[in-house]
């Protein structure tokens, strides 16, 4: 998986709690990703990350925020985790614009 | 707005044959191009990519075709085997950056 990690791999929680997905890069790339993969949509971009403390919103942002205070981790807080965040999401890194991403295992998350 | 979609959502070959997916782009700017396979419970894996100076690029046993007049790429796998079992995206670079916009996927099934 191009070295990224992601953690955990696999969560049960409960409506209204908060949840914090992490993704970890061996690679120094710069740019950072996180979608979410749900039957029917694809990958649909979640934030994104250009540089450390730089992050961006994708095309379903609301209810989700990150955090990248180093190059190597970037973090995904589900502030209060509803059933419709039920989904795998997928970190993915990136050398440059107009270039190829690499994507780590996912995390199955799973909101009751 | 952009958008890439694939012409037909499941495919079944039988193993030995070739294979062709075919995807459709409605930005006539866009100049990268990937394929990516996801097998069930994996994240996308990077195939192939081509930009938009080449019309057709090779790698083993996959070869990419772009035709640039009518916006349709195509990914091609010869002799297919069971492992090539698995859903297929192609992406396309996002022009205004460093995003990259994903097909729905195209799942394939190879018959023993």
């Known amino acids: 998986d191009a070295g990224i990690t992601q953690s955990p791999r696999h969560k049960v929680t409960e409506t209204g709690t908060p949840v914090t997905l992490r993704c970890h890069q061996t690679e120094n790339h710069r740019y950072m990703y996180w979608y979410r993969q749900d039957p029917g949509h694809g990958l649909r971009l979640i934030h994104y990350s250009y540089g450390v403390k730089d992050t961006d919103k994708g095309e379903v942002s609301d209810g989700y925020s990150v955090s990248r205070s180093k190059t ?26 107009r270039d190829t991403q690499y994507f780590g295992p996912g ?4 909101v009751l | 707005g952009e958008s890439v979609g694939l012409h037909l959502p499941t495919l079944s070959v039988q193993e030995g044959d070739n ?3 075919n995807c459709a782009y409605s930005n006539s700017a866009s100049d990268y191009f990937i394929w990516y396979k996801q097998e069930s419970g994996k994240g996308p894996q990077f195939i192939i990519d081509i930009r938009s100076n080449m019309d057709k690029r090779q ?8 035709n640039k ?3 349709h790429l195509s990914l091609q796998i010869a002799a297919t085997q069971p492992g090539d079992s698995a859903v297929y995206f192609c992406a396309e670079g996002d022009t205004g950056g460093f995003k990259t916009i994903f097909g729905a996927g195209t799942r394939l099934f190879v018959k023993a």
């Open chain 2, 19 to 21: 294979s062709i997916i």
């Open chain 1, 72 to 97: 190597e981790d970037f973090l995904l807080t589900l502030e209060s985790a509803t059933s419709s965040q039920t989904s795998v999401y997928f970190c993915a890194i990136q050398t440059s614009g």
């Open chain 1, 107 to 110: 995390t199955r998350l799973t």
């Open chain 2, 59 to 66: 790698g083993q046993r996959v070869t990419v075709l772009l």
């Open chain 2, 69 to 71: 007049t009518v916006k």
